[in-house]
């Protein structure tokens, strides 16, 4: 941690009034001060004290997409995902002639357009039906650890490798004998299709995951009610052959949640500190002058500032003007392929008990305050997040106990998507350095 603050001189102020608060004691001023008396500088020096919260485990029902895949991040390690979720039968059930014919069965999904990682890569996707009922292991949720068991022989699987941003569905053959089994239940009217209670005792619902040998891609898929469907395809024969098909629709409940599972051995978070009332704190120190977020994976950036309240042990008074925090991905750790910054993020204040509290508003007071990356696409070494700070840095100065004050960094989700987006930020002892960037008037005493 620095103790000595260095500063950058912007220009010289002319005139000073007493229409702001200055830090130490506010100095009067009758006539126009000499150019000399104020100064507008720049502190760069301030130094923002990241780490990295790891989560033991965290809430992922009624998610805004499904995942499926599994990828191995040179960072963060193997992450393993698959999805749960529930079917209902048809509002209103066909009626099938004697003469008609079972053709086949297939679960069709639709994707959004989200991934992560190699894309020219196969993939197998696994259909396995559930071999018991969902039910909140706590309270009403449903947690990335939580699983249920599943019948050992899969429902369905295909290997293919998808395109996300071209392809808006796929079809993954189910078994026979188990779409033959519904077709006659359909065609018998069995009580099994009396409601939806009875339809979900005969199936209890369905997870999607993908073969453990691949770990190069996952993706998404839309996951609002009725967006998957397993569809039973049919055809009469008489008076002339006429295809016919019969949907069974996907229910986003409180039960349906997305289970994520990692493997952090051979990074940096590996060896993290042990886990305390669900969490543990890794130094960016200890990782490699490191900061990673994954939010929700459960993994957080934190920045404090320790170091702030030094700049007050100088002769001159200081008023803050502007307080600038500026988070720089690193270089390697990145790219529009495969491994895409996050979209935008947001960030909310917490202190040493790593509690999360309100989140960080712009300048308007009121609204939640969010950063885009500015991307350095020529040499990629300027690449930036910047969030305005001042009214926090402010608080934090007046409070002599804030030196634990700070914020976690998190991803903001797209509207129709849970992403699995990260970023890995560098410490001030790193190529790129975060920084906090204090614009201040010093009124020499």
Sequence with gaps: MKNVTSFKIILPVLFVVGLFSCYKNTIQFGTQPENEYTRLIAIDSVEPVLSTILLDSFTTNNPASFFAGN????????????????????????????????????LVLRLNEYYLGDTTQPLTIQVHELAEELQYPF??????????????????????????????SLLIRLDDARGLDLYNKIY????????????????RGLRLSASDPDESVLFGILSSSGSLAIRLFYHHTVPYPESKQVDFLSVNDNYAFNQ?????????????????N????????????????????????????????????????????????????????YDDARFPLPDTLYMVQTDGSNVAGNAVADSSGTDV?????????????NTYYRFEVTNYI????????????????????????????????????????????????????
């Design 278 to 333: 669900g969490l543990s704190e890794l130094s960016s120190s200890a990782s490699g002058n490191l900061s990673f977020m994954q939010s929700n994976a459960g993994i957080y950036s934190k920045v404090i500032f320790p170091s702030l309240r030094n700049i007050l042990q100088r002769e001159e008074t200081l008023r803050l003007l502007k307080a600038e925090l500026f988070l720089r991905p690193v270089k390697s750790s």
């Design 71 to 106: 990828l191995r991040d040179p960072y963060l390690g193997l992450i393993r995902t698959a999805s749960f979720f529930k079917m209902d039968k048809p509002a209103t059930l066909p009626e099938i002639p004697v003469t008609a014919v079972y053709d086949s069965i297939c």
């Design 369 to 381: 305050q969010y950063a885009y990356p500015v991307i350095d696409q020529l040499y990629g070494v």
């Design 139 to 168: 309270s009403t949720y449903m947690y990335n650890t939580t699983n249920f068991l599943v019948k050992p022989q899969a429902l369905g699987s295909r290997t293919l490798t998808i395109r996300p941003t071209y392809d808006d």
């Design 394 to 445: 402010k608080a934090m100065l007046a409070n002599s106990g804030a030196t634990d004050d700070g914020f976690f960094i998190l991803q903001k989700n797209p509207s129709n998507q849970f992403s699995l987006h990260r970023a890995v930020f560098g410490n001030v002892s790193h190529e790129f350095r975060s920084e906090l960037v204090l614009s201040v008037v010093t009124i020499n005493n």
């Design 188 to 203: 018998n009217v069995a009580s099994e299709l009396a409601s939806t209670d009875a339809f979900q005792q005969y199936l």
């Design 260 to 276: 994520i599972k990692t493997d952090r051995s051979g990074t940096f978070l590996a060896n993290g500190p042990a886990s305390s």
